[in-house]
């Protein structure tokens, strides 16, 4: 194995092979790490203006303090730990699909994992967002009807890119009055894109939420050496 790339972990899973890899770009003199479904790259160490940023928009403006806020996806951990850092937050609910995922980071394997298990404001649970969406408990079984200030999603590519073929339904009406339930009033739906802003999903938000708007997301690619962009939508209830 080449000392510019290490598979530090590789696991058989429902959805396929999942792998944690860290590589050293030489280009760029940085260590990326990367994790990987199949062929598909969920999260890139390279790439993560936008999932920083979607948590910065959807909690500014916020209240103070006592803020709680759920994440669907924890991936490389940024959209975590952007929200641990903004003033005011006391509580944040992970749910990640793959165990193996908030495994990486209980064991350290992933840069920042250590610190965001040891903060006791985080709480990493292993489900599916999408089905824990449509119990009738809500998104917190242990707390059922439990309410966010903010929920941030960031596990598909876009609403018509999923990462599997359950999801979908969550980006329709009734999938967002669902999760629309699961904010108290005024509270704020963030959900992050790597496609361009698509006018019939903002038309979809539009018909549950009371504001709703698409932020672009810049940030330059160091591999095309070139600007490229995500999407932020962001839905007030």
């Known amino acids: 194995m080449s000392t510019r790339f290490q598979e530090i972990d590789r696991r058989s899973t429902p959805w396929g092979e999942i792998s944690l890899r860290r590589r050293w770009d030489p280009t760029l003199d940085i260590e ?3 994790i990987k479904l199949d062929d598909d790259f969920l999260m890139s160490s390279l ?3 936008a ?5 910065r928009l959807a909690l500014a ?5 006592g803020l709680d806020v759920a994440v669907g996806g924890l991936g490389l951990g940024y959209t975590a730990h952007a929200v641990l850092k903004t003033p005011g937050v006391t509580s944040l609910f992970v749910v990640e699909a793959l165990g193996e995922v908030i495994e990486w980071h209980e064991r350290g394997s992933i840069p920042g994992g250590a610190e965001l298990t040891s903060d006791q404001r985080c709480d990493l649970v292993h489900g599916d967002f999408f089905a824990m969406l449509r119990a ?6 242990r707390q059922p009807g439990r309410r966010f200030h ?3 999603v960031d596990i598909d590519h876009s609403p018509r890119h999923v990462l599997h073929p359950s999801h979908a339904a969550f980006y329709e009406t009734t999938g967002l009055q669902r999760l629309a339930r699961c904010l108290h009033p005024h509270g704020v739906f963030a959900l992050w894109s790597n496609d361009p802003p698509d006018e019939e999903f903002t038309d979809t938000l539009s018909s549950v939420f009371a504001e709703v708007r698409a932020e672009i997301v810049s940030f330059h690619n160091p591999l ?3 600007e490229a962009t995500n999407t932020v939508y962001l839905a007030r209830s």
Do not use: H, I
């Open 61 to 65: 403006g916020m209240p103070g303090s």
């Open 47 to 49: 790439f993560t203006v």
């Open 224 to 226: 095309q050496k070139a």
């Open 136 to 141: 009738e408990s809500g998104l917190d079984p």
């Open 150 to 152: 903010c929920v941030l």
């Open 32 to 34: 990326v790490y990367e």
């Open 51 to 55: 999932e920083v940023e979607m948590a």
